[in-house]
């Protein structure tokens, strides 16, 4: 199993980053012949330790596809993928698994919850299943970050939209993983609900030191993040750094629908 050595870069702030995850010469394929569709295409792209990452492109760009693979949810059909200094290319399915258990943490559009179970047991099934004991410290910090204190008591049932998934951040967190994948995790709230779960996602970087990654068809989502990566036709096609609500609408209007400057 190859290995790689953690590449310094410069984030916003202007201190020294290492390479969260990486992609390179990453080709997914499915099918053969001439039902062969490409849905990854040469995608090479470094993800930095303690930045929020936004994956954007129209539908059938790939960015759902990008996510999956990065966070080891599907395979490459060519290329190299790492999660930090560990290539997860043509890694064994236990291990595999071990790496997703204890380094990478997921938010989806569906909160996922179990309905049994109030918000403080959501949030640990995760650790209480890998039988990992949680650090009590930084849960207090996380609950606090995303505003659950007065909340833990209550099942899902008991709560808003916005704070289930509030509670999916929270688990997501918990374990203390060396990044989070957002898949349009505020895809099915509310505009004021979708902007408070972005925020603490936002405050999760900032004071947290977390690295998030998140796929997003919504300009204003992409604008809480650090940097934007635009996909279309299974390629990179942009890259923006410190992005806004604006500038990414903008830009989005530039791209006709294969991703080409208009």
């Known amino acids: 199993m190859a290995t790689a050595v953690p590449i310094p870069s410069t984030g916003r702030s202007g201190a020294v980053a290492t390479v ?11 099918g053969a012949g001439e039902t ?3 849905a990854l295409d040469r995608v090479t792209i470094d993800v930095r330790r303690g930045e929020f990452t936004a994956i954007m492109g129209p539908s059938g760009s790939g960015k759902s596809t990008l996510m999956h693979c990065l966070a080891g949810l599907d395979t490459v059909s060519s290329g190299r993928i790492w999660i930090g200094s560990t290539e997860i290319t ?19 559009q569906a909160f996922n919850l179990l309905p049994t179970l109030n918000a403080i047991e959501n949030i640990t ?20 970050t995303v505003g659950l204190a007065d909340r833990l008591k209550h099942r899902p049932n008991q709560l808003s939209g916005g704070q289930q998934q509030r509670v999916a951040v ?8 060396e990044i989070i994948f957002g898949d349009e995790p505020t895809g099915n709230l509310d505009s004021r609900a979708g902007a408070e779960v ?3 996602l936002r405050r999760s970087v900032d ?36 992005p806004t609500a604006e500038l990414v609408l903008d830009r989005m209007r530039r791209f006709d629908a294969r991703g080409r400057v208009s």
């Not at 690295?211 to 992409?222: E, N, Q, R, S, Y």
């Open 90 to 108: 043509g890694l064994k399915d236990k291990k595999l698994t071990k790496l997703r258990r204890d380094h990478i943490g997921f938010i989806f």
């Open 20 to 30: 969260a995850a990486r992609a390179e010469g990453v080709v997914k394929a499915y």
């Open 125 to 144: 099934l995760p650790m209480d299943i890998a039988g990992r004991k949680a650090d009590t410290e930084w849960l207090d910090r996380v609950v606090t």
């Open 198 to 200: 972005l925020g603490f």
């Open 170 to 177: 929270a688990r997501a967190l918990a374990a203390r993983p």
């Open 36 to 38: 062969r569709v490409v």
């Open 207 to 242: 004071e947290l030191g977390q690295t998030i990654v998140m796929v997003t068809h919504d300009p204003v989502a992409a604008g809480y993040a650090d940097r934007v990566l635009y996909l279309a036709d299974g390629r990179v096609v942009d890259d923006m750094a410190e």
